[in-house]
């Protein structure tokens, strides 16, 4: 039962937020990672569920794990952590770029080392208030509504942050757009100056031979 309210909660979850949710299979100790382009000084919260890809498998899997690592875009580790079968995971990242979430089965069950294949879903929020699937299914209109002003609030600092990473990645990109044109430029000059000198150096040569020769 317990099982069931927490897959209900986590589809819950996923409708009422604008959230980078998914799900996919994961392999007996294998390793799935995906990068999120996430801004500086933001706050990024993961929740998960782990279960059998075959529905027919028991509801309570106590033997399945989920071991989390997460790498900045220098590939630095912020975080590396070992969970149970479902569960959330937080971190807060350092600098703007690509961050790296990755997740590797830890489970040690006999059967699924024989090749049993498993479903992971996965929600991943940003912004400095998330919707708690229990703060979501909460009964008082009034503090469920003022929750979800304070995240509609957060959602839209965090699009803040968003425009301004974009507009700092815009600004990169055009000075090395400008620096190669640049050196393109510099490159056909000096191209050109080359031909010309070999030009004259062959004019010369000419001149000299027919000389040499008294053919002029």
């Not at 009422?16 to 949710?21: A, F, K, N, Q, R």
């Not at 900045?72 to 079968?85: A, E, F, I, N, T």
Request: glycine residues 6%.
């Amino acid at each position: 039962m317990e099982m069931a309210t927490w897959k209900a909660g986590f589809l819950m979850l996923c409708c009422l937020t604008v959230t980078s949710g998914m799900f996919f299979d994961l392999g007996p100790q294998e390793e799935r990672c995906i990068i999120e382009e996430i801004p500086q000084d933001t706050l990024v919260t993961g929740y998960f569920l782990l279960e059998y890809w075959d529905t027919m498998k028991k509801d309570s899997s106590p033997h399945l794990g989920l071991t989390v690592t997460v790498r900045d875009p220098s590939h630095q580790v912020l975080m590396s952590k070992r969970y149970g079968s479902q569960g959330k995971f937080t971190f807060t990242s350092h600098s703007s770029g690509q961050h790296f979430l990755c997740l590797k089965s830890n489970s040690t069950r006999f059967s699924i080392f024989a090749g049993d294949r498993l479903r992971l879903h996965l929600d991943v929020q940003m912004g400095e208030n998330t919707i708690d699937p229990g703060a979501a299914r909460a009964k008082d209109t009034v503090k469920n509504m003022e929750y979800v002003l304070r995240h509609l609030i957060d959602q839209v600092l965090y699009i803040g942050k968003q425009q301004d990473f974009q507009r700092e990645r815009e600004e990169m990109f055009r000075q090395m757009s400008e620096d190669t044109n640049g050196k393109v430029l510099w490159w056909a000059v000096v191209q050109t100056a080359i031909l010309l000198m070999v030009g004259f150096w062959q004019v010369k040569r000419l001149k000299d031979f027919l000389i040499e020769k008294k053919l002029v």
